[in-house]
């Protein structure tokens, strides 16, 4: 069975830093490209970040670049997301989720607030 | 940005009556490989969102065949055959051609 079970979020201020992790189960994790998704308050759906197979080709959406990195350990098959100079907007609950948003994680909240 | 525009913002079914909610993109998402690249996608209340139908009208693994795709470069529809209880929830219709990924802004299904 396949499983994406996110950790990491939390209360953040302003400015402030977090690092979510991603780990996967069930499948073989460096055969997939990866995913982060996340959804504001009673929001919709909004892509974040993307990353190949071995790491090397990462994608981010405009209001995320040179803020957060996303990256990936094959050998422990965990996802990761670094979140840098957190801003209000930030505020969501982030989701991995395979290529193709085939499989989602539960989500993880990030609050960012003084 | 591939804008996807989502109709109707909410819709409320009988059960056992169908349902159907268009998508359409702002370009197309027809890939040269011949695969549309449009996905659909139901956040039950208090879910993370499930995978209903991938490439325009391919049915995922383990979803009920009362749920079908369908369309053309830009206009899609998801259509729901007798409609269930379990079925409420909001759908989203996304594109996975080019970056960034991008969504539509929901429709919500309520039963009557």
């Known amino acids: 069975e396949v499983q994406l079970v996110e950790s990491g979020g939390g209360l953040v201020q302003p400015g402030r830093s977090l690092k979510l992790s991603c780990a996967a189960s069930?499948?073989?994790?460096?055969?997939?490209?990866m995913a982060w998704v996340r959804q504001a308050p009673t929001k919709g759906l909004e892509w974040v970040a993307s990353?190949?197979?071995?790491?090397?080709?990462?994608y981010y959406r405009d209001s995320v670049k040179g803020r957060f990195t996303i990256s990936r350990d094959n050998a422990k098959s965990t996802l990761y997301l670094q979140m840098d100079s957190l801003r209000s907007e930030d505020t969501a609950t982030y989701y991995c989720?395979?290529?193709?948003?085939?499989?989602w994680g539960q989500g993880t909240l990030v609050t960012v607030s003084s | 940005d591939i804008v996807m525009t989502q109709a109707p913002l909410s819709v409320s079914v009988t059960p056992g009556e169908s349902a159907s909610i268009s998508c359409r993109s702002s370009?197309?998402?027809?890939?040269?490989?011949?695969?549309?690249?449009v996905y659909w996608y139901l956040q039950k209340p208090g879910k993370s969102p499930q995978l209903l139908i991938y490439?325009?009208?391919n049915l995922a693994s383990g979803v009920p065949d009362r749920f079908s795709g369908s369309g053309s470069e830009t206009d899609f529809t998801l259509k729901i055959s007798r409609v269930e209880a379990e079925d409420v929830g909001i759908y989203y219709c996304?594109?996975?051609?080019?970056?960034?990924?991008?969504f539509g802004s929901g429709t919500k299904l309520e039963i009557k």
């Open positions: 069930g499948f073989t994790f460096s055969n997939y490209d």
């Open positions: 990353i190949s197979t071995g790491g090397g080709n990462t």
């Open positions: 370009k197309s998402l027809l890939h040269s490989n011949g695969i549309t690249y």
């Open positions: 490439r325009m009208s």
């Open positions: 996304g594109q996975l051609l080019e970056n960034p990924l991008t």
């Open positions: 989720a395979r290529r193709g948003f085939a499989y």
